[in-house]
């Protein structure tokens, strides 16, 4: 299994800013995968990032709205651009195992004013 | 276009009585499927993979190729069964996961 911290667990936004997400893994993983869970919504994933490359985005989801690093194999950001309230969500990181296995961070609780 | 569908979104039921989640897929090769369970106030977990074919928490899904359909069973509900189930796919190791719009289980007393 995997251990995953992710920072902040919630904050309280103004829109207009910007907020950048960390994640923490306890082990070398080659791919982690940020997704949001919009209120009563199901989990839709933002992008996969792998280490040493550009980050891979799913359809709706841009680089310059919701950029991501990933300085190595523990540990990767999200940051959410010019916020709005429909930003407004949680946002969630995750790391795949060898079984296919997805292992998932408590979640970082995001709300735009 | 991979797609998975999950028709309830709650799903009351007595203790002591059967419980079936629906799960479908659309998938053009041959998909690995979960199941994710969510309680509350906890962080989303696996809770049973079809390529393993056990049971867990007493639950059993059964991959159906010919209804693209993955359900998941079983036969006496219990309380600490309440949660939110999300049924998953994925094209295999190390592909992407996408996810069901997710059933919230309501067991009753």
């Known amino acids: 299994s995997a251990v995953i911290s992710q920072k902040p667990s919630r904050d309280i936004c103004q829109r207009g800013t910007s907020l950048t997400i960390q994640c923490q893994v306890d082990s070398q993983v080659t791919m982690m995968f940020w997704y949001r869970q919009q209120p009563g919504q199901s989990l839709t994933l933002i992008a996969t990032a792998n280490q040493g490359s550009e980050a891979t985005y799913e359809s709706g989801f841009v680089i310059d709205k919701f950029p991501i690093s990933r300085p190595n194999l523990t540990f990767s950001t999200l940051t959410v651009s010019n916020m709005s309230p429909e930003d407004s969500s949680i946002y969630l990181c995750?790391?795949?195992?060898?079984?296919?296995?997805?292992?998932f961070g408590e979640g970082s609780r995001l709300t735009v004013l | 276009a991979q797609r998975v569908t999950q028709p309830e979104k709650l799903l009351s039921v007595f203790k002591g009585a059967p419980v079936e989640l629906k799960c479908n897929y659309s998938y053009s090769g041959s998909p690995e499927l979960f199941w994710y369970v969510q309680y509350s106030r906890q962080r989303l977990q696996l809770l049973l993979r079809h390529i393993s074919r056990e049971s867990i928490k007493g639950f059993t899904a059964d991959l159906n190729k010919g209804e693209t359909s993955f359900h998941l069973k079983k036969p006496f509900a219990q309380e600490e069964d309440s949660a939110m189930y999300y049924c998953?796919?994925?094209?295999?190791?190390?592909?992407?996961?996408?996810f069901g719009k997710g059933t919230r289980l309501h067991i009753l007393p």
């Open positions: 995750s790391v795949g195992h060898s079984t296919g296995e997805l292992f």
């Open positions: 998953a796919l994925s094209g295999g190791r190390d592909d992407k996961i996408i």
